[in-house]
């Protein structure tokens, strides 16, 4: 199973921005999700995740209360809702798929995460 990262793009401080993630085949079940990302010359970074098995949610300080994570059950997709972006937060980022069991002091290493997509770069700038 491959995952599909898109939405990323140029915004400006302060603009909004939504990236997706989908899997190739088959569905995010009772998976943990997330998002990391990664600045230049930087370690990749936790920035959000959802445990669907227990339904609660995790968001990084320095996002928190302005990026939501979601998923579309539907649309088998998942997203990240980035508002009131800061020059701070251009990254590369990437989409995530963990075991259910996922416990969440392991939610903040990436080698906890078992599939990945191939990254969106987001560029905020004036």
């Known amino acids: 199973v491959q995952l599909q990262a898109s939405g990323g793009g140029l915004v400006q401080p302060g603009d909004s921005l939504r990236v997706s993630c989908a899997p190739s085949e088959g569905d995010f079940g009772r998976s943990a999700v997330g998002w990391f990302r990664q600045a230049p010359g930087k370690e990749r970074e936790f920035v959000a995740a959802t445990r669907r098995s227990r339904g609660d949610t995790f968001y990084s300080g320095s996002v928190k209360g302005r990026f939501t994570i979601s998923t579309d059950v539907a649309k088998n997709t998942m997203y990240l809702q980035m508002n009131s972006l800061k020059p701070e937060d251009t990254a590369v980022y990437y989409c995530?798929?963990?075991?259910?069991?996922?416990?969440?002091?392991?939610?903040?290493?990436?080698?906890?995460?078992?599939?990945w997509g191939q990254g969106t770069l987001v560029t905020v700038s004036s």
């Open positions: 995530a798929v963990g075991p259910s069991s996922l416990i969440v002091s392991s939610l903040y290493i990436p080698e906890s995460w078992h599939t």
